[in-house]
Nanobody, 123 residues
Framework: QVQLVESGGGSVQAGGSLRLSCASP????????LAWFRQAPGEEREFVSR???????RYADFVKGRFTVSKDNYKINQYLQMNSLKPEDTAMYYC?????????????????WGQGTQVTVSS
């Protein structure tokens, strides 16, 4: 069973940066699609980024050029560097992992989820 543990959320002013981490305790080497989603109060969970095991990355249009996803080799650990944060980025951020190659931008394609970490951006 894969467990995902997130950290790095917090409160920043607009224009600031945060780096989210998502760790999977223990050594794991397999083919997983890693993703970040976010959910604001009263809103649907929405796709932020995904990172395939071959390194292919995709981003939602609203974070392109501001957010960068990366991972550790041979592990399911991933990171989300968030720069130039805006108040509309305020949400609970979730990391996710899905077995096999990435094939969807929807949350239904992921088998494992972190507990979420809150990001709050003030104007």
């Amino acid at each position: 069973q894969v467990q995902l543990v997130e950290s790095g959320g917090g409160s920043v002013q607009a224009g600031g940066s945060l780096r989210l981490s998502c760790a999977s305790p223990g050594y794991t080497y397999s083919r997983y699609c890693l993703a970040w989603f976010r959910q604001a109060p009263g809103e649907e969970r929405e796709f932020v980024s995904r990172l395939d095991f071959d390194g292919d990355t995709r981003y939602a249009d609203f974070v392109k050029g501001r957010f960068t996803v990366s991972k550790d080799n041979y592990k399911i650990n991933q990171y989300l560097q968030m720069n130039s944060l805006k108040p509309e980025d305020t949400a609970m951020y979730y990391c996710a992992a899905g077995r096999g190659s990435c094939y969807t931008y929807g949350p239904e394609g992921y088998n494992y989820w972190g507990q979420g970490t809150q990001v709050t951006v003030s104007s």
